[in-house]
């Protein structure tokens, strides 16, 4: 799997590198496969890791700002994708005042999303946009590793990736 970003914003082009990384890294299936299971997911981490590790999958990360329609439906997300673009997230540029950690643990976790709509075979989303309930899915548990091995530290906060906005 393979992340791209063709803009000028630094802060993205770092959070993309980092997320290349974090699928370079053998550390980063190891634990994948360690796990038992995953929620609302019909593949096995093993499984799930090996998709991911042996994905051709390229992933290109485009910015957006929240305006019209989407100021409606994703002024309270960090990034979506969008079937009729498939293989391309969509970050929200209200949304990168964070960690570059942070953003490219976003980017891996929407990248799991890719990948589950690419597999014919197996599923492994977390349903609905709400983030209670939804740690053990595999796009927040991967999500969520990538962020702990960006910051070496494995006890590291969890992060929310549908976060809502306080006001």
Same mark, same amino acid.
């Given at each position: ?38 929620? +609302? ?8 890791? /090996? ?33 009729? *673009?498939?293989?391309? +997230?969509?970050?929200?540029? %209200?949304? +990168? ?5 942070? !953003?490219?643990?976003? !980017? ?26 939804? /740690?053990?899915?595999?796009? *927040?548990? !991967? ?13 590291? %906060?969890? +992060? !929310?990736? /549908? ?5």
């Amino acid at each position: 799997m393979k992340v791209t970003f063709n803009d000028e914003n630094e802060t993205v082009k770092k959070a993309v590198q980092m997320a290349n990384e974090v699928f370079k890294n053998k550390d980063f299936y190891s634990r994948i496969r360690q796990e038992l299971k995953f929620d +609302l997911s019909t593949a096995t981490p093993k499984i799930i890791a /090996d998709l991911i590790e042996s994905s051709n999958l390229e992933f290109k990360v485009e910015l957006f700002y929240p305006t019209g329609w989407r100021a409606i439906k994703y002024r309270k997300t960090f990034a979506y994708t969008d079937g009729n *673009y498939p293989n391309t +997230l969509f970050l929200n540029l %209200k949304k +990168l005042d964070r960690e570059t950690e942070d !953003i490219a643990a976003t !980017i891996v976790h929407e990248s799991i999303h890719a990948l589950d709509d690419e597999c014919v075979e197996y599923t492994f989303g977390h349903g609905n946009n709400s983030s209670i309930g939804k /740690d053990n899915t595999a796009p *927040y548990w !991967i999500g969520n590793l990538a962020y702990q091995i960006l910051k070496n530290d494995f006890k590291s %906060k969890k +992060l !929310i990736f /549908d976060q809502e906005e306080n006001n």
